[in-house]
């Protein structure tokens, strides 16, 4: 067990929907990020936050957004679902801070079929 | 865009048996980690790996940085079923220290 949780587990929703999923990092943690897990582009980095704030943006598409609350919990939302988003999403959570080796925890992930 | 290559793609090997896999880029890396990914699991940090040339060992697992920092290898010696799994390799940069990952190695022992 890394200490991340993620919710729900499993999601199954239609093309054209939005869904929300969220995020609580390890106790302490400052940083969490999100990645999505398909078989075809593997595990792909997609945005970070640091205490509340978006620190970097990777191949995140313009239909998905994220927020880093003051609890420190994060939401990765994913609107206009397409066929092509179905994936495995994964958060993971890191101290953060100056720049240094900090090590990544990852969650259980949530799966994701857009049908 | 940094690429980092992982071959080879998918392992079957026998119970005992050694196996290398070798993760490569053209670009050079601040640091290297090596993950396990377990069905239905997230991936867990195996090593990180900073300098040049470092070599770090964990029991039967030796890992190695290249020289130029481009590129790491894993070597399992005698491998075991408990070693099945997907084994992936991420490279750090920026300020942000995001991870660039390989296309990870499905390795299964057969016992």
């Known amino acids: 067990d890394s200490g991340v949780t993620q919710t729900p587990k499993h999601l199954i929703t239609a093309t054209g929907q939005r869904v929300t999923l969220r995020c609580s990092p390890r106790?302490?943690?400052?940083?969490v990020y999100w990645y999505q897990q398909s078989l075809d582009q593997g595990l792909q980095f997609l945005i970070q936050y640091y205490n509340g704030e978006e620190r970097a943006k990777g191949n995140i598409l313009e239909r998905f957004s994220a927020q880093q609350f003051p609890d420190l919990h994060s939401e990765l939302n994913l609107s206009s679902l397409e066929l092509g988003d179905s994936a495995l999403y994964f958060c993971?959570?890191?101290?953060?801070?100056?720049?240094?080796?900090?090590?990544?925890?990852f969650g259980p992930g949530t799966r994701l079929l857009v049908l | 865009t940094q690429l980092l290559e992982q071959s080879p793609q998918f392992l079957s090997i026998q119970e005992g048996e050694n196996l290398t896999v070798y993760c490569n880029s053209s670009?050079?890396?601040?640091?290297l980690q090596w993950y396990r990914q377990e069905p239905g699991e997230g991936p867990v940090l195996l090593v990180t790996v900073v300098t040049g040339g470092e070599v770090k060992k964990l029991k039967r697992l030796t890992f190695q940085f290249g020289d130029a920092r481009k590129d790491s290898s894993l070597h399992i010696t005698a491998a075991q079923p408990g070693d099945t799994g997907l084994y992936l390799c991420?490279?750090?940069?920026?300020?942000?220290?995001?991870?660039?990952f390989g296309s990870g190695t499905q390795l299964t022992v057969l016992p």
């Open positions: 993971a959570s890191s101290v953060g801070g100056p720049p240094g080796v900090w090590t990544q925890y």
């Open positions: 106790s302490g943690d400052l940083s």
């Open positions: 991420a490279g750090e940069t920026g300020s942000a220290r995001q991870l660039t």
């Open positions: 670009s050079v890396f601040s640091s």
